[in-house]
């Protein structure tokens, strides 16, 4: 995958550095640039992008977790799709 740092997704969301990763997707630090807050970018791997299933399972979780509200789960701000790249953006 190329280097994020620096990069503009969906016209909004700067991304800072990178914070870590897992099976699925990589997390980076972020800026929403509208509303001058920091968050949290999760960004399914890109090998993983191609497979139908993977891209299914992404969105649910986004669907998922937007629907519940609890002081200990973050919340879900946005999720996109620019090119090949899947992204959630949380608090």
């Not at 740092?5 to 990589?26: C, P, S, T, V």
């Amino acid at each position: 995958m190329k280097t994020l740092i620096g990069q503009i997704i969906g016209n909004r969301y700067e991304i800072i550095e990178k914070l870590g990763g897992g099976g699925m997707a990589l997390v980076f630090k972020g800026i929403d640039l509208l509303l001058s807050r920091t968050v949290t970018i999760k960004i399914l791997r890109e090998q993983l992008a191609s497979d139908l299933d993977v891209v299914r399972r992404f969105q649910k979780e986004a669907q998922a977790v937007a629907k519940l509200s609890h002081p200990n789960i973050v919340s879900i701000y946005d999720v996109g799709q620019e090119d090949e790249l899947y992204y959630l953006v949380m608090e």
